[in-house]
């Protein structure tokens, strides 16, 4: 059973910069490729960032694109998301997903790609 654990959210300023993480167990992280979602308050989730299972093919969801770098580091199980120039509408539950693939270069970007999922991390970003 893999498990993912967010950390790294909280409270920012508009322009400001927040570091989450996002920890894998119970599993070969490296046959995974990882994604980030986000929820806003009274709406759906939604797709943020998406990195293959190298790390060499990424996507963005053009809302974050040029503010926020996904990477990964398969040594520590460990798939990031940096945020920078942050916005208030980046506030949300921010979602850490997997799903294990053969594909080295594919990457997901909707949620019925990815089956395990994190508990979230808050992101609250003020004006």
């Known amino acids: 059973q893999v498990q993912l654990v967010e950390s790294g959210g909280g409270l920012a300023q508009a322009g400001g910069s927040l570091r989450l993480s996002c920890g894998a167990s119970g599993g070969t992280f490296s046959r995974y490729r990882m994604g980030w979602f986000r929820q806003a308050p009274g709406k759906e989730r939604e797709f943020a960032a998406g990195?293959?299972?190298?790390?060499?093919?990424?996507l963005y969801a053009d809302s974050v694109k040029g503010r926020f770098t996904i990477s990964r580091d398969n040594a520590k199980n460990t798939v990031y998301l940096q945020m920078n120039n942050l916005k208030p509408e980046d506030t949300g539950v921010y979602y850490c997903a997997g799903r294990m693939t053969p594909r080295l270069m594919a990457v997901g970007t909707t949620e019925k790609e990815y089956d395990f999922w994190g508990q979230g991390t808050q992101v609250t970003v003020s004006s």
């Open positions: 990195v293959g299972r190298s790390g060499d093919s990424i």
